[in-house]
């Protein structure tokens, strides 16, 4: 290993943030698609919102961070559809964590219920009131996660395939703490 | 001849004062309301109520309101929470179909602006409310606007789990336009 960073501790702090947020954000959003009308609907409704909502800032975040530290490129030897591969599933993540949060504010505002971050922040309506709008932007919101769950499942499996096959220390990229046991 | 016209233009203004609305005009009146969900207010409506209301906004003290309201008629945001609060535990519709408030008094709050006083009456329960209101004539047509608002658990609306206001919160305001000829 070169033992020089690829991305920065911020970044990788961002990254694990993120993948957190994502995996608490999803199973609650099925779960509480699938419960009927309750206060604990209710609740898990609007703690999905304040976690998407924050998810939507984070990305933002993120993408300044990146445009102002550009990370180091992937240096393994693979073929050149691989490389390509990782790029476009990346890209298409970051597309997914801005538009997927967007798509649920939308949702939300369409159905008439506004979003109120952690219960003190009200955010706009950016639409007015309609309620096929709101049907078709659920739909959207539903096609838009499904997305999200096949990349993120690609992303996965091929960051255990450069790990556990190629053993090419990519995914040390994103956990510098394996970064310094294999490089001792 | 000229004499009588005069006359009875200085009688108009006198004709026009006391004019009495009696007659609501209930497809241009709606009463809403607005119940916080978890610090989100979302807005309701009943869309069907009927009205007999006679006030003079010369004297409004002597006014009167019958308003009776059609439960089943509730729009509560969306079709889920609609079959929701006809439910037993919110207003049990299929044993209480309607809401009612009988106006006892209306006394004036100053600058035009006045309160009845009256009994509103939801799942058998009758309490004291206090709506202040205000009165705007338009071409003929009287405007009446108001809003209060009630603890909805005084009257058991969403009683057992719902009970919990940290997510659907006790008070709800409730906002009425009539328009009146």
């Known amino acids: 290993m070169t033992g020089v960073m690829a991305y920065t501790r911020t970044a990788v702090i961002l990254h694990w943030l993120m993948a957190l947020l994502v995996f608490v954000t999803f199973p609650v959003g099925l779960v509480m698609h699938e419960m009927a009308l309750s206060p604990d609907k209710l609740r898990m409704l609007s703690y999905h919102k304040w976690l998407g909502v924050t998810v939507f800032v984070l990305v933002m975040v993120r993408l300044v961070w990146r445009a102002m530290h550009k990370p180091a490129p992937l240096d393994v030897s693979m073929p050149r559809w691989q490389h390509m591969a990782a790029e476009g599933v990346h890209v298409l993540l970051y597309v997914l964590l801005f538009a997927i949060p967007l798509s649920g504010w939308l949702m939300s505002s369409a159905k008439g219920f506004q979003t109120v971050y952690l219960g003190v922040l009200p955010l706009p309506d950016l639409l007015a009131k309609n309620k096929m709008l709101g049907d078709a932007l659920s739909e959207l919101h539903e096609a838009l996660n499904v997305t999200m769950l096949v990349l993120v499942g690609m992303h996965i499996a091929a960051s255990l395939k450069h790990q556990f096959i190629d053993h090419d220390g990519t995914l040390a990229r994103m956990l510098p703490f394996m970064n310094r046991s294999s490089s001792k | ?181």
């Open chain 2, 1 to 181: 001849m000229k004499k009588i016209f005069v006359a009875l233009f200085l009688l108009l203004p006198v004709f026009a004062e006391s004019a009495e609305y009696t007659n609501v005009l209930l497809e241009k009146s709606n009463i809403t309301f607005v119940s916080r969900q978890m610090s989100v207010p979302v807005e309701g409506v009943f869309k069907k109520f009927s009205a007999k209301v006679r006030i003079n906004p010369a004297k409004p003290e002597a006014g009167m309101a019958q308003i009776e309201i059609d439960l089943a008629s509730i729009d509560a945001g969306s079709s889920e929470a609609n079959d929701e609060v006809k439910g037993k535990s919110w207003f049990s519709v299929t044993e209480f179909p309607k809401a009612s408030f009988v106006s006892s008094s209306v006394k004036s709050l100053g600058e035009g602006k006045f309160e009845a006083a009256g009994k509103l009456t939801i799942k058998g329960k009758a309490l004291d409310v206090h709506a202040p209101f205000a009165l705007k004539e338009d071409k003929g047509l009287l405007n009446v606007d108001g809003l209060f608002a009630i603890n909805r658990l005084d009257y058991g609306i969403g009683s057992g789990l719902w009970g919990d206001t940290s997510v659907v919160a006790n008070e709800v305001q409730i906002k009425f336009h009539l328009l009146l000829k």
